[in-house]
């Protein structure tokens, strides 16, 4: 069936350590893995996708990586900030849908 | 560009009261769209999501429905809310051809007392 589990539920850094988000998926078909990042009350924004015929993808202080055989995908976002703190949600694809992650509250103390 | 509206921004019913939210899209055509559910502190429960015009396909039935009356408008309804309707309802679009990212709405904030 269609499942993205997603670990950790919560995670506590200082400021300037890096942090690391993982998820699984279930669905060997899928091809598409974003990442979104929710700050409160406010809507879901994607901040980085990967592609399955990438291993690995990186945006400034963000990274996604890919491991299709074991079916699962990393964010790590590196020198973290006090403005990175917010709820990060993985997601992949299964037919014309998303199938999202439980969430993993991220928490960046100064 | 493209662009998403939802309105209301929130609402506040009582039980047993309808309920109509709409989301519009600008600045594409034949998106995918798609209504999500976010309880407080939630993730993202998927409701129903559309491919075309008059095309629903249904995750999450209970009390309420969807339609797509023309090709950049989403609404979702209930004829009769429940005190469980209480969440964050956000729309979101895709543009078709596999590309499969997903943009959302601002959302709409629905307490029903």
């Known amino acids: 069936g269609e499942n993205v589990e997603q670990h950790p539920s919560t995670l506590s850094v200082q400021e300037g350590d890096s942090a690391v988000i993982k998820c699984t998926y279930s669905d060997s078909a899928s091809n598409y893995f974003p990442w979104y990042k929710q700050e409160l009350g406010k809507r879901p924004q994607l901040i980085i996708d990967i592609r399955s015929n990438v291993g690995e993808k990186k945006d400034q202080r963000i990274a996604v990586t890919l491991n299709k055989t074991a079916k699962h995908f990393s964010l790590h976002i590196t020198e973290t900030q006090p403005e990175d703190s917010a709820v990060y949600f993985c997601?992949?694809?299964?037919?014309?849908?998303?199938?999202f992650g439980t969430g993993t509250r991220l928490q960046v103390f100064p | 560009s493209q662009t998403i509206h939802q309105w209301p921004a929130t609402l506040v019913q009582p039980v047993g009261s309808p309920l109509s939210l709409e989301c519009t899209v600008e600045?594409?055509?034949?998106?995918?769209l798609y209504w999500y559910r976010q309880a407080a502190g939630r993730g993202l429960q998927l409701l129903f999501y559309s491919v075309g015009i008059g095309q629903i396909s249904s995750e999450v039935p209970q009390n309420l429905s969807a339609s797509r009356p023309q090709d950049r408008q989403f609404i979702l309804s209930s004829k009769k809310l429940l005190l469980s309707d209480s969440s964050f309802y956000l729309c979101?679009?895709?543009?078709?051809?596999?590309?499969?990212?997903?943009?959302f709405g601002p959302g709409t904030r629905l307490t029903v007392t």
């Open positions: 979101a679009w895709s543009p078709m051809q596999g590309t499969y990212e997903q943009y």
């Open positions: 997601a992949a694809t299964f037919t014309d849908k998303l199938i």
């Open positions: 600045g594409t055509s034949n998106p995918n």
